[in-house]
């Protein structure tokens, strides 16, 4: 018999185990007291809502297999929408809505759904772009049905009413969901997600962080948080711009840790540094908080630092590495970073990213932008010396949705195993322990000698006039040349050509940054749109150009 596996079955098992313990909390505004309001449903009727919309779903006409775009904000509707896809064998297909409308038409057409599931907003922007015309068939609209909308999810509900419990029969190795990349170093990509990614991402989230059931999870990154139903713990949706989470307020957070005693939050580098500002100018605290898990780039020491102050003694907060493709494939905790690491990063080490989970394999391979068939090829590299990150491991995606040639470049065959090639450039240190040194593609090529934009910036960013940095490349008189583009800290009245020089003199101090000399204070860096903290370097290279020509 084949072996069955699907991620939506934590539903019916915790709603055995948990049946009363809220499952989704969801905050709807206040009422005229100026009291907060709260949604819930609970995990016993969040699994016969997903059993109702699954059966409606398959009432419709869509098929196991057939694939679903998915665009609604983050809500109850947006986790019900997710795991009734998954237990009636449907295929989601996840896309950033703000990767402009090129993108989003692009990666429509490369995925080809059948389905379409969004809120208002995304049904008129379908319909007046001719997003996945040729081929969906099955609209639902998540709210009030306007121009194009299909039907609503209301109706989708009465339709699978009444019936059997729904759970598909999918294998390990089905294809599970479509979730894109940020787009954030070029075209997005769909990366394909079997169920046994899923449930192996579940697994090591588990194990490494010693969640337990009935933990209070408060996530600022929505897509993170469908693992918290599998791992038993309640998901409070706060009130707030998912996708600019810099922009967050803290007293919103605040006043959630406090209400739910939450347990768990998960935040962008950009959020954490938001609120532990607020913290170190107000002396806020979140008292119930065991764990901080932050991602989407290196958090800094400085909000590693003030975020100590929000946070209980015992509690930390911890920065996996990894990739929509692979995760995760190492952590480390801020305790190590603040007590051990930050001290070669600041001398041009790059950033520790920590130790490798297990059962993943990493290596480091020599650097090079073609691709590699077979491990065969492979020329390993030992430890200290910077090359590409390499994984293999239960998390390890197989590809990417209709891109075969994407797949070339990053993927690795290895007598039936497939290696996934990062795009990063780092090291294993003498301990085993994973230091990233940025991404591949930004690495600023010398005649000389290679400038990776990690080790680089950490070593100006100590700098205290200076928020943060950016290293790209130049073409000066047909040479190529490195160009640091310089976001000041707020308050420093120090002029620029006095921090230019002192910047180069700080970039002369190590082997890792010696040499650069151009410098340009730039007024707000470009980042992406899912977590407001990887830079926007393609943006900056062109406008450093400029400034030269």
């Known amino acids: 018999m084949a072996q069955l596996a699907n991620i939506a079955a934590c539903l019916p098992q915790m709603a055995l185990e948990r049946p009363g313990q809220a499952a989704i909390v969801e905050t709807v505004g206040r009422d005229r007291a100026g009291q907060r309001q709260f949604a819930t449903l609970t995990f016993a009727e969040l699994d016969a809502r997903t059993d109702k919309i699954a059966r409606g779903f398959l009432h419709l006409g869509l098929k196991p297999g057939d694939r679903v775009v998915v665009m609604v904000k983050p809500s109850r509707d947006f986790f019900a929408v997710m795991f009734a896809l998954w237990k009636a064998g449907l295929v989601p297909v996840l896309i950033d809505p703000g990767l402009g409308r090129r993108q989003l038409k692009q990666c429509l057409a490369e995925v080809a759904p059948v389905g379409f599931i969004g809120i208002p907003l995304a049904q008129l922007a379908r319909v007046l772009l001719g997003w996945g015309k040729p ?36 294998r390990p190795e089905d294809l599970a969901a479509v979730l894109f990349t940020s787009g954030s170093t070029g075209v997005a990509k ?162 520790c990213v920590g130790h490798i989970v297990a059962p993943n394999d990493v290596r480091i391979i020599a650097l090079t932008d073609a691709a590699i068939a077979d491990w065969r090829d492979v020329t390993e590299l030992p430890h200290g010396e910077i090359g590409e990150i390499c994984v293999l491991g239960p998390t390890t995606t197989l590809g990417y949705f209709g891109r075969p040639e994407a797949d070339t470049l990053a993927k690795i065959h290895a007598g039936g195993r497939l290696w996934h090639r990062m795009g990063d450039t780092g090291y294993l240190d003498a301990t085993g322990r994973l230091w990233y040194c940025g991404r591949k593609s930004h690495r600023v090529v010398l005649a000389d000698r290679v400038l990776h934009t990690a080790p680089v910036e950490e070593v100006l960013n100590t700098h205290p006039a200076v928020r943060r940095t950016a290293l790209v490349a130049v073409k000066v008189a047909g040479q190529t040349e490195p160009f640091v583009c310089v976001e000041r800290e707020p308050g420093h009245a120090l002029p620029d050509a006095q921090l230019f020089a002192e910047l180069t003199a700080l970039a002369a101090d190590f082997k890792a940054s010696h040499g650069i000399t151009r410098f340009h204070v730039h007024p707000a860096f470009p980042v992406d749109i899912r977590h407001n903290a990887k830079i926007g370097r393609e943006i900056l290279a062109t406008w450093a150009q400029d400034r030269l020509d």
Request: one cysteine or more.
């Open 135 to 170: 081929t969906v068939r099955h609209v639902v609209t998540v709210g009030r049905r306007w121009l194009g909308g299909g039907v609503t999810l209301d109706e989708v509900l009465r339709l699978g009413a009444t019936g059997a419990p729904q759970l598909a029969a999918t």
């Open 190 to 351: 769909g990366v394909e997600y079997q169920h046994r990614h899923f449930l192996a991402q579940v697994a090591l989230i588990r194990e490494t962080y010693g969640i337990a059931p009935g933990e209070i999870d408060l996530p600022t990154f929505p897509p993170f948080a469908l693992f918290d139903p599998a791992l038993g713990m309640t998901t409070i949706l706060p009130q707030m711009d998912f996708t600019r989470p810099a922009n967050v307020n803290p007293l919103e957070l605040l006043e959630l840790v406090t209400h739910f005693e939450v347990t768990n939050v998960f935040g962008s580098p950009a959020l954490l540094a938001t609120v532990s500002r607020h913290a170190a100018q107000t002396g806020a605290k979140w008292p119930t908080v065991r764990r901080v898990i932050s991602a989407g780039a290196p958090a800094s020491v400085a909000t590693l630092e003030r975020m100590a102050l929000l946070l209980p003694n015992g509690a930390q907060v911890f920065t996996p590495y990894g990739a929509t493709e692979c995760m995760p494939v190492s952590n480390i905790g801020s305790r190590e970073v603040l007590a051990d690491t930050r001290w070669a990063t600041d001398r041009g080490a790059g950033v």
